[in-house]
């Protein structure tokens, strides 16, 4: 059973940097989208930014575009999120999340609903606070 472990959250500093990764010991992710979801108190969860496994295709969310990015490296089989000129509002636990897709082929459009991912890890709480 594939499991996905987030580290790299805790408290940054406005304009800072912080680095999430999303690991799976012992498995490999190569037929997976991942996607890197948030959920601040009291608001929906949503999708940050998702990246596809063949092609790599990404999809960053509007709010985050230009400062966050998704990379995923599958010899480690680990997914990134570098999130850079943070903002009070990133404040968010930041939950990775993985769908099968096969080892080939095209998916479109990437799949962005909570619903569409099937294993998620157990959250990463970032604090962007001065």
């Known amino acids: 059973q594939l499991q996905l472990v987030e580290s790299g959250g805790g408290l940054g500093q406005p304009g800072g940097s912080l680095r999430l990764s999303c690991a799976a010991p012992?498995?490999?992710?190569?037929?997976?989208?991942i996607g890197w979801f948030r959920q601040a108190p009291g608001k929906e969860r949503e999708a940050v930014s998702c990246?596809?496994?063949?092609?790599?295709?990404?999809y960053t969310a509007d709010s985050v575009k230009g400062r966050f990015t998704i990379s995923r490296d599958d010899a480690k089989n680990t997914v990134y999120l570098q999130m850079n000129s943070l903002k009070p509002e990133d404040t968010a636990v930041y939950y990775c999340?993985?769908?099968?897709?096969?080892?080939?082929?095209?998916?479109?459009?990437?799949?962005?609903?909570?619903?569409?991912?099937?294993?998620w890890g157990q959250g990463t709480q970032v604090t962007v606070s001065s």
């Open positions: 999340a993985a769908v099968f897709v096969g080892y080939t082929g095209y998916v479109y459009p990437i799949p962005l609903k909570v619903n569409e991912y099937t294993h």
């Open positions: 012992g498995f490999t992710l190569d037929g997976y989208i």
């Open positions: 990246i596809t496994n063949s092609d790599r295709r990404t």
